[in-house]
């Protein structure tokens, strides 16, 4: 059994974090004046006029913080001591009076093999990291992720046996003036007519896997947008960045910008997505990744392409979306975007698209026809925020990314996206898409892309028994209790690992300490196979939320396996959310009764939001047979109506149809990759006939749900 303990946020936390807690934070004593250095006051009145005089059209214009420019480094600032077991440590307590969040920029970042860095507000209720020596990179910087409140601390620690001392400098502090995440009133204020992208997922085949690709994003630590993960034509997985290059120029108010020094300051958001449908709540928020590399941009159409410094995590579920650069496509058209740093949020409109110069200004517009024109949408408007979503065309194909627009709620209309046909290609790679996109082309006629997942062979699947039946708005907080372990039962098609896992859960107003444990899928023996104690932070959350908690060795499993929780600390009121009485008659919730599970072990059937990340195990081709080797391979989820298909290694496109035991042809789609999971949640329990076809071979099963 792994036992692990580790401080987990309800934050948000910067690129990729590698787990642990800082020190107590007073395990020395110091005075604030030592700690802490103070930000001078700014004139916010000013900075909210000198916001709202460069407001325009376009929907970049959500500012968030004011920055600072400091040199705050081990050399200069802070205080230092030694630990009992001679790790040396530095700690910067950073100040700014009204702040409702800070972020800072690591302008100088090289740290020893051993060494960590962790960001906190004062009560550690808030932790960041930890970030080692593999957040290291050419560009020796690191974008951090905002921490709440006015008061930050920088703690460092670097071993005594460490090969060399570390670097780092503090070269910008961002005070946040406005909530980049927006406050529950003002999402509801603000976005109200904006279904959140749960609402969509069961209605629309492919959805889900595009969801994955839109990023929520802070560049400069200063401004928001979104962007879009995109493939490319030589499926290389590079994890490409689609945006607008207004959201990187300061909207065009700055000349000559160095778009790789901005790049660089990049902090992406993941699956930032709220867990209902209704009402909207704060979704997943560490998942992030930073800094990123300029590829290319067309200022005259708005274009922008950059390339993330690595692939994502397969724990994130990432997804390269496809793209149309020939037309527009056809209807209906679905816009995802994270308004003013909200969740992320849908638009639907179902009329035909037309070309058109976008003008904003006498001083600025953009080419002839650059730009796609929607007159109204039928569901959903736009923001500020939303410049650099993407538009969808009814094959799931990114068609264009949105500049600006009017459309708010009550006058969802006219929006204005650049046309990736428009940007496909000039003289010079570094302002046009098809060097980028289709780089094996000799030509430049524009061309389709469909989508991709970068771990294709076997993709990570979240596995949920709340949304098994379709149910998004009808959970409560019930179930409670420091002395019981709730735990859910996940049926597997084969061996997997566990990443991780989702909780949706309110906090109480002191931390918890919650114990989450995977067992075998044995109910008549209790067989622990991971035992992770984290710490929920609590001390602004008021509302239901989505946290994620990632393995840092994910447990093996077979067939079936347990997960469930258990709260550590009497007296706190936490619960992960439930199903309500009434909402299902299907009971799959487990309590822990001795060396046994017991269903049914409380007055009502029920299911709580407790969703593992599995990846099922990669097949090993040597031990595959040469005839094998040349046939696809059908993985059956009957009990979440799922079905996965996988092609011999060599394969790239590929026609899937599912029929009934009748003939009846059920579902017919074309994928790209060794591989594709779909999910067939309205098929009823029987036996079907499943059939892919590649590279003039056919594979046909029958398969049982």
Same mark, same amino acid.
């Given at each position: ?359 904003? #200004?006498?001083? %600025?517009?953009? @080419?002839? !026809?650059?730009?796609? *024109?929607?007159?109204?949408?039928? =569901?959903?408007?736009? &923001? ?89 708005? #009808?959970?409560? %907080?019930?179930? @409670?209790? !420091?002395?019981?372990? *709730?735990?859910?039962?996940?049926? =597997?098609?084969?061996? &997997? ?92 919730? %487990? ?115």
């Amino acid at each position: 059994m792994q036992m692990l303990f580790f401080v987990f946020s309800t934050g948000l936390s910067a690129q990729v974090s590698h787990g642990g807690r800082p020190l107590p934070f007073n395990i020395v004593a110091s005075k604030a004046s030592d700690l802490f250095v103070t930000l001078p006051a700014f004139n916010l009145a000013e900075q909210l006029t000198i916001d709202s005089l460069n407001a325009s059209d376009l929907r970049s214009s959500y500012q968030f913080a004011y920055k600072f420019i400091t040199d705050y480094s081990i050399a200069n600032s802070g205080i230092r001591f030694t630990a009992a077991d001679g790790t040396r440590v530095w700690r910067l307590g950073i100040r700014s009076a009204g702040a409702l969040s800070l972020n800072v920029l690591f302008t100088r970042y090289h740290l020893p093999s051993g060494a960590r860095v962790f960001l906190y507000n004062p009560s550690q209720s808030e932790v960041l990291g930890a970030f080692t020596a593999e957040n290291n990179s050419e560009r020796a910087i690191l974008p951090v992720s905002p921490v709440e409140g006015s008061e930050l601390v920088i703690e460092y620690q670097e071993p005594a046996n460490a090969p060399f001392h570390g670097e780092l400098t503090v070269g910008e502090v961002n005070h946040g003036y406005r909530d980049f995440k927006a406050s529950l009133s003002g999402e509801i204020a603000a976005y109200t007519c904006m279904p959140a992208a749960l609402c969509f997922q069961d209605t629309t085949d492919g959805l889900d896997d595009i969801l994955h690709s839109v990023l929520l994003l802070i560049i400069d630590g200063t401004y928001l947008c979104t962007g879009t993960l995109i493939n490319n034509t030589a499926r290389n997985g590079y994890p490409y960045l689609l945006l607008a290059s207004h959201c990187l120029n300061g909207q065009f108010t700055i000349t000559n910008p160095d778009y790789e020094k901005i790049a660089g300051t990049i902090v992406a958001y993941f699956n930032y997505n709220s867990p209902l449908c209704s009402p909207v709540r704060k979704g997943t928020q560490n998942m992030t990744q930073a800094s990123a590399h300029f590829r290319a941009v067309n200022e005259k159409t708005d274009m922008a392409l950059l390339e993330l410094e690595a692939t994502p995590p397969i724990w994130y579920q990432p997804y390269y979306s496809g793209w149309n650069a020939v037309d527009k496509g056809k209807p209906p058209y679905t816009g995802i975007h994270h308004p003013g740093g909200s969740v992320k949020r849908i638009n639907v409109s179902n009329s035909e698209l037309t070309y058109t110069k976008y003008v904003i #200004s006498e001083k %600025l517009s953009f @080419a002839d !026809s650059a730009h796609l *024109y929607v007159k109204s949408w039928d =569901i959903g408007s736009t &923001a500020g925020g939303s410049s650099g979503s993407p538009l969808f065309d009814s094959n799931l194909h990114v068609v264009g990314v949105l500049t600006g627009g009017n459309s708010v709620c009550g006058a969802p209309y006219s929006d204005f996206y650049y046309s990736l046909a428009r940007s496909w290609y000039t003289p010079s790679d570094s302002t046009s898409l098809k060097s980028w996109l289709n780089p094996l082309a000799t030509d430049s006629i524009p061309v389709v892309c469909d989508g991709m997942d970068p771990y294709t062979v076997s993709s990570a699947l979240r596995l949920s028994n709340v949304r098994e039946y379709g149910i998004t708005d #009808s959970v409560e %907080l019930r179930l @409670a209790g !420091s002395t019981k372990t *709730y735990a859910e039962l996940y049926p =597997i098609a084969g061996e &997997a690992k566990v990443l991780g896992t989702y909780l949706v859960y309110q906090p109480d107003t002191l931390d918890a300490n919650v114990e989450v444990s995977v067992y075998s899928g044995d109910v008549n023996n209790v067989t622990t196979l991971l035992c992770d104690t984290i710490i929920l932070g609590s001390y602004w959350h008021k509302e239901i939320m989505e946290t994620f908690l990632p393995f840092p060795t994910p447990p093996k499993v077979n067939n079936s396996f347990i997960i469930g929780y258990r709260v550590l600390n009497g007296g706190v009121n936490f619960a992960v959310c439930n199903l309500k009485k009434g909402a299902t008659a299907n009971n799959t919730l %487990l309590q822990r009764i001795g060396t046994k599970w017991a269903t049914g072990a409380t007055d009502f059937s029920s299911s709580i939001y407790l969703d593992p990340v599995i990846r099922y195990a990669v097949p090993v081709s040597s031990e595959e047979t040469p005839e094998s080797a040349d046939k696809a391979r059908f993985i059956v989820g009957a009990y979440h109506r799922t079905l996965g298909v996988v092609l011999p290694i060599n394969a790239r496109q590929a026609s899937f149809s599912m029929f009934s035991a009748d003939g009846r042809q059920l579902l017919n789609a074309h994928f790209s990759g060794t591989g594709k999971t779909f999910t067939l949640g309205t098929v009823r329990p029987g036996v079907y006939i499943v059939s892919v076809e590649f590279d003039g071979k056919r594979s046909s099963e029958k398969v049982l749900f």
